[in-house]
């Protein structure tokens, strides 16, 4: 099935629209004050005509089998295309705001390039029973026609570092 851009899609979320969608996959995480883990992951980017995407994401921790063994991260929010990219750059710029279940909101700001974006943490705000993070990168990539992505984060003491890598499949 051939994906079809919306026609009530804002105009400014065209660069964006191969986004658009339920996705479904899996992927792998690790960091140094954690054992490494498997994940399966639910993602939908939602448009409602105005000038933003409502994101979602939910996982599930996974066996070695795949079998869901425990909820995991949750997180929702929105992604606006924010004008022309910097003058070093193609493409637009993009901010990103997300909320999570364990005490965190996020600003991000970014570069979309065609299927490419790639972010990163210009504000992180947690509550005072939430672990310390203090910085974030994300890539988000079409490759094939699945939707990839790698977040790096900096968190509890912790240097800029690899933490979560998917491949999700347009569902």
Avoid: C
Avoid at 43 to 53: E, I
Avoid at 125 to 143: D, F, P, S
Wanted: charged share 20%; no cysteine; proline share 8%.
């Amino acid at each position: 099935m051939a994906f079809e851009i919306p026609e009530d899609l804002h105009p400014d979320l065209l660069p964006l629209a191969w986004l658009l969608g339920p996705w479904h996959g899996n992927g792998k995480g690790e960091y140094p004050t954690i054992e490494a883990f498997s994940f399966e992951q639910d993602v939908v980017f939602a448009h409602d005509t105005r000038p933003f995407l409502h994101y979602f994401s939910r996982t599930w921790v996974t066996d070695d089998e795949g079998e869901r063994l425990r909820p995991g991260a949750l997180e929702t929010g929105f992604l606006r295309p924010a004008g022309p990219a910097p003058d070093d750059a193609d493409g637009i710029s993009i901010e990103l705001v997300l909320a999570h279940p364990t005490g965190y909101a996020e600003v991000w700001y970014g570069v979309a390039d065609g299927p490419r974006i790639q972010l990163a943490t210009d504000a992180v705000v947690r509550t005072a029973t939430a672990k310390e993070y203090t910085a974030g990168q994300r890539m988000y990539g079409l490759v094939e026609g699945d939707l990839m992505y790698a977040y790096d984060m900096a968190a509890q003491g912790q240097p800029m570092q690899s933490h979560l890598w998917g491949r999700l499949a347009r569902a």
